[in-house]
């Protein structure tokens, strides 16, 4: 089996939909949660990756933020080496773009020098956004009113840096919504990330001008009323991303997810939608590169 093969839990090797090197965008992973970076790069330009978005989180305690911002050259240059080493020295190593934000489970930690950190990454130019951000009632890791609070904070430092924002919502678009519209969507945009709902939950913030973030729960089989909102959402509020190493989309589901997976979301939202696997590819990614300046 090569290194290139993209497998399911059992191993077996998976047939890659049919996209065209650099047509795809997957907009959110978390790159340095995953085990082996390079070679998943390697296998997301098999799959028809041109351009992928990392999530960067200072209240990590693992060094997240400067192991991503320090790796990218190398995970890259690596990559590089796994597909001339394969045959497929033909394919681009997808680019790499970073959002930096403080995760609502980690709100408890805002802090000045968070603040600070933030601020000074969002000056390197392969930051294209802050986030994610938002609120979590779900695990309430950190207090809701805290959570509120630093919503609300990195919405404003979006809107004074000029850049987009990406959303964590869970359990909690009531006050999601009440804060958006409090503080406003930063006139660069904002996309909902991981949006797992019904239409009447999206319309909303749909009308604010955000993006909908579809992931593997777009694919799974009893996810009915999230394909009926992807198929209602106006042209240009669409986009795809894995949220890698999380949610691996079937048929891979129970596998580590990494951003080839990106292929069987976008593929999926293709038939939701009823057009062809390149129109979906052109939609999302001329979204993707239109909100984050890719």
Not at 11 to 17: K, Q, Y
Not at 74 to 98: C, F, K, Q, S
Not at 118 to 146: K, N
Request: glycine letters at 8%; a negative charge.
């Amino acid at each position: 089996m090569s290194v290139l093969s993209i497998t399911d839990k059992k191993g077996r090797v998976a047939r890659l939909p049919a996209f065209a090197p650099g047509a795809l965008i997957d907009t959110h992973a978390h790159l340095g949660m995953l085990r082996e970076p390079a070679p998943c790069l390697a296998r997301a330009a098999v799959a028809g990756l041109g351009a992928l978005v990392t999530i960067c989180d200072p209240g990590e305690k693992t060094g997240e933020v400067a192991l991503t911002y320090e790796s990218l050259d190398v995970w890259r240059g690596e990559a590089r080496r796994i597909l001339e080493a394969n045959g497929r020295g033909d394919l681009a190593v997808p680019e790499i773009r970073v959002l930096i934000g403080l995760h609502p489970h980690h709100a408890r930690f805002w802090s000045a020098d968070i603040e600070a950190q933030i601020r000074a990454r969002a000056a390197d130019p392969r930051t294209v956004g802050l986030g994610e951000m938002g609120l979590d009632y779900h695990y309430d890791h950190s207090p809701r009113e805290q959570q509120r609070a630093v919503f609300a904070a990195e919405l404003r430092l979006a809107h004074e840096l000029d850049l987009p924002v990406c959303l964590h919502l869970r359990e909690a678009h009531d006050d999601g919504l009440r804060i958006l519209r409090e503080v406003g969507v930063p006139p660069r945009g904002a996309v909902l990330h991981c949006f797992n709902l019904d239409y009447e939950v999206a319309a909303p913030f749909i009308e604010l001008g955000c993006v909908l973030g579809f992931d593997g729960p777009l694919t799974f089989k009893k996810a009915d009323e999230v394909r009926a909102a992807a198929r209602q959402a106006p042209a240009g509020s669409i986009m795809v991303e894995t949220d890698a190493p999380f949610m691996a989309p079937e048929p891979l589901r129970g596998s580590t997810c990494e951003p080839a997976h990106v292929a069987f979301i976008a593929a999926r939202l293709a038939e939701v939608r009823g057009v062809t696997l390149a129109e979906i590819a052109a939609q999302t990614t001329a979204r993707a590169r239109e909100l984050y300046g890719l």
